[in-house]
């Protein structure tokens, strides 16, 4: 393969991760990821893109997703606020001079999270909805483990936490507030002080977005200290990717049996395990699925094109079925053997059983 194209297989790569990072994670790793591409060796190695007008775009819209537009004068923009904010802010300890752009998903899932939550407040089921869950799939580990911290501390301490590990460096750390469950919910602050036990808490302080064998452990560990089995916060939230395969997400979602189901990262694999584990519980409750796909955008792209070349697959294997040659009648009893043996055949073909077929010299 030539140089060329090797150069041009590598920009393809580029912008398609580009593409997926803008969809996927959050303003503070996509500013990190297209800063580290800036450099003077990435663009001798680019083809020429990097240095063309729109990848500047790139590069500035990236820049003030995280520390905001820049007026004439070269500062940025700060956002107007009142006294009240303000003396907040100072009490709080922090001096933000930028405001992070929020992920349009991280709003819509807390949104979907709150409506699961009061579908089973409000749900006649009583104690048969005691242990719902709500499950929800991501297409990575790493977008996984960021979906779990934002449930479990919030989206502020997760946006500082992410500025201080990519950015605080060069433009200075943010202090870090002791931030969790109780902030971003505090409606469930006073019932979660009330019989506080010896059970495990993280360091959080919550624990109500956990994985299998965290629940296990904890529930366990309850009925060990208060000799009583505490029944869970419901519903409960988990979090879980899929990228290990189809079949351990049939799997999963057997063991699980969650009420209410979010497609983080929409994909038809995952849709196809939800419509399977639907068909073999024909009698239990109906899942509620949440899609969660950014409206004429490549993410929602990628998923019509999957969808699209699953039906073209399954209509070319039909029109496949339906030419497909028969055995005829005549080539068909050519094959066909009857119930004799092989052994009589031979034995009546030849006189007799005991017929002699072979003669010894000299008789």
Not at 192 to 218: F, P, V
Not at 258 to 277: G, K, M, N
């Amino acid at each position: 393969m030539q140089m060329n194209s090797q150069y041009l297989i590598s920009c393809f790569r580029t912008l398609r991760t580009i593409l997926t990072y803008l969809t996927q994670y959050d303003c503070i790793t996509f500013h990190t990821f297209v800063s580290a591409l800036a450099t003077t060796e990435n663009a001798s190695r680019s083809g020429g893109w990097m240095l063309r007008d729109a990848a500047e775009v790139l590069f500035l819209s990236a820049r003030e997703r995280v520390f905001g537009k820049k007026e004439e004068g070269g500062q940025s923009k700060k956002p107007k606020m009142n006294d009240k904010e303000e003396e907040e802010r100072r009490g709080q300890g922090r001096h933000l001079e930028m405001r992070f752009e929020s992920s349009p998903k991280w709003k819509a899932l807390l949104e979907v999270v709150e409506e699961a939550r009061e579908a089973v407040r409000t749900s006649p089921a009583g104690p048969a909805m005691l242990t719902e869950k709500i499950l929800v799939l991501t297409s990575d580990e790493r977008t996984a483990n960021q979906v779990q911290e934002l449930l479990e501390r919030g989206e502020e301490a997760l946006m500082v936490r992410l500025y201080n590990r990519f950015l605080g460096e060069r433009h200075g750390h943010i202090p870090e507030a002791d931030s969790g469950t109780d902030s971003a919910h505090p409606e469930r602050k006073e019932a979660k002080n009330k019989g506080k036990g010896k059970g495990k808490r993280s360091e959080a302080g919550t624990a109500t977005t956990l994985t299998l064998t965290q629940m296990r452990g904890d529930e366990k560990d309850e009925e060990d200290s208060s000799g009583a089995l505490s029944i869970p916060e419901s519903p409960q939230v988990l979090v879980q990717s899929t990228h290990h395969g189809d079949f351990q997400l049939s799997r999963l979602v057997n063991e699980l049996r969650p009420r209410f189901v979010v497609l983080y990262d929409a994909e038809v694999s995952a849709v196809r395990a939800l419509e399977a584990y639907q068909a073999r519980n024909p009698d239990g409750l109906r899942l509620r699925v949440y899609f969660l796909t950014f409206d004429r955008s490549t993410e929602e792209q990628a998923y019509l094109t999957a969808l699209r070349r699953e039906k073209e697959a399954f209509e070319h294997l039909a029109e496949e079925r339906r030419t497909m040659a028969a055995p005829g009648e005549e080539e068909s009893s050519d094959l066909l053997r009857g119930s004799d043996r092989a052994s009589d055949a031979i034995v009546g073909a030849g006189g007799g059983a005991n017929q002699v077929t072979r003669k010894g010299g000299g008789v």
